[in-house]
């Protein structure tokens, strides 16, 4: 899983969160799954990740509340190795899908700081396995009794009908199920990995992005949400 300093990046929230206490926000944030919010990516899984694993819901604190903070896929066995890594397989090692830690912290910012009580969270991946990215969803918790399920209001998986590899298809569903939200309204963070979804979802649409291509981070965070108020006055 991918590391983040916990004390430089809680420095960057108290340091952010004073920051941009005044600045306007969006109406809904849409994040990329894959190698922005979580890795492995779920191509490179085995089978289904469907055994909860347990640990610190706060992954700065230790003695913080206990609870499903990843996914492990059942069997230790995989496929032949993709772009080199090897997340579990002949070597015994365990494949389990887990947040990063600035996603995790993002996230739980989210939820826990009333000032951001109005945004609502959508989800935009291309996954080339959309039912092990709903697993995830469904079991990973961001707060105690707390799904990533329970706090997206729009998620928009995969490849098939309206949805292509590129995400031109999620941010129209996700525009119409929202009732109409105005894209310059929405927030999207994306590793861009493999392509330039920020780039292409600003052009197509005005839509205000930030690449996140070693996984969110706070710092990245809360620069995307003093970047939208920049923008908006």
Not at 25 to 48: A, K, Q
């Amino acid at each position: 899983m991918g590391k983040e300093g916990s004390t430089a990046e809680t420095t960057s929230s108290s340091a952010s969160t004073s920051s941009s206490r005044c600045v306007d926000l969006p109406t809904i944030i849409v994040f990329d799954l894959d190698d922005c919010l979580w890795t492995p990516e779920m191509h490179e899984l085995s089978g289904m990740p469907s055994i909860p694993v347990e640990g610190p819901l706060d992954p700065t604190d230790d003695g913080s509340t206990i609870g499903i903070v990843g996914m492990k896929v059942p069997s230790s066995r995989r496929r032949g190795g993709v772009r080199g890594f090897d997340w579990g397989g002949n070597d015994g090692t365990e494949e389990v899908v887990e947040l990063y830690p600035g996603a995790r912290m993002a996230l739980r910012e989210l939820v826990t700081n009333p000032k951001y009580g109005g945004i609502r969270i959508a989800v935009a991946s291309t996954s080339l396995e959309p039912a092990y990215s709903r697993a995830c969803i469904n079991g990973i918790e961001i707060a105690e009794g707390l799904t990533l399920r329970d706090m997206i209001s729009y998620s928009q998986i995969g490849r098939s009908g309206k949805l292509t590899s590129r995400k031109t298809g999620h941010f129209r569903l996700i525009h119409e199920e929202s009732g109409g939200v105005p894209y310059e309204e929405m927030l999207f963070f994306d590793d861009c990995n493999w392509s330039d979804h920020v780039g292409d979802i600003n052009r197509e649409f005005g839509v205000l992005g930030v690449r996140t291509p070693q996984g969110l981070t706070l710092t990245e965070f809360y620069r995307g949400l003093e970047m939208f108020g920049s923008q908006k006055r």
